[in-house]
């Protein structure tokens, strides 16, 4: 029996040896309040932004209480405060406490802090930079370095250059504001910025824009200048508010100021013409007499004037809404089968042959056609 007892003792003084064993090897996180951001060997040297590549940094890892995958990120200030307006974090990260910071990456976001410009560059300046740590794994244990400044920075400017839109969007009351059933509208040949779409509002109407299918802040409406050359009646302060309904040939016209855009949406008379060697007036000029027929809603057909001519080869049945310093060919279409399709910037357009004495019919809401 006392054999049995102290054999027993011995067991269960060794499971509780185990169980603080396992505990003790059990690593528990700390919450460190800061960690070092070493200030470089040649802090005082000028950082040439425009003929670097890199700016090396180097930290010790934060106090986590044992050894973990640690991401880095770079924040930035010329002014020494941080948050939105002062401060830009850099979208590169990094994962270990060496980090090559990219000059390129590094200038863009200076030059957006700067706010100046372009003629103001280059200038030397003080950069504040701090670095964000956090557990790679879960994001927990987000921590703050000490700030360091680098006093001589050259800085350019390193923002690349705001480019014309590619592409147009009309939403609003006529696709009950889904972006899905937006309306695309068509860029000129000159693909400069100018943008037209045959569009019937009913009255009351209301409209904006946006250079891609979503509601991200570029979006506009009344704040563009409205020029009003079809009676629409328009007014509004946000979205675009059409009094008159009716078809409207749209004009958006973009143009850069700094590094903003500014528009100039046109609602124009929804003239279609018809043109080239079968049209009554044929000498390939703007002619009232070459006018399609408007429908009177949204569904019907714009209808031309009847051919005067066979046509056949290299003439062939053009049609075409005018803008103001645009050739027509540049704002021309044509119906292949039953399918409308625009020229935009493409190249000439394969020939459609007609009789004299038929019609071009062309719906511009269901985007489809005939010759009959």
Known sequence: MKKFNIL??????LAVFTACEDQDNSPMLQEPTSFTLNT?????SVYDLENSTSVELTCSQPEYGFTAATTYAVEVSLNGEWGEGNSIVLGTTYTTAKMGVDAAELAAALTTLANKDEADFPFTTGVHIRLKAALTESGKGEVYSNTITLPNVRLHYAL???????????IGSICDWNWGNSLPMVPTYDNDG??????YI????ELKFNSIKEWNGGEFGASATLNDNANA???????????NGGWYLLVV??????????YTVDFNEPNVYLMGSNAPVNDWSINEANLFTVPADAEGDFVSPAFAYDTDGDGGIRACVSIDGYDWWKTEFMVFGNELKYRA??????????TKGQVLHINFTNGTGSIQ
């Open 8 to 13: 027993a003792s011995l067991l269960m003084g």
């Open 40 to 44: 470089p060997a040649y802090v005082n």
């Open 160 to 170: 690349p250059p705001v480019l014309l839109p590619e592409d147009m969007y009309v």
């Open 194 to 199: 100018t943008f037209w779409r045959l569009v």
């Open 202 to 205: 009913p009255a009351g109407g």
């Open 233 to 243: 009646g328009l007014s509004g302060d946000g979205n675009i508010v059409v009094a």
């Open 253 to 262: 016209h973009t143009a850069v100021e700094g590094r903003n855009y500014a």
């Open 345 to 354: 910037t493409g190249g000439d357009q394969e020939r459609v042959n007609g």
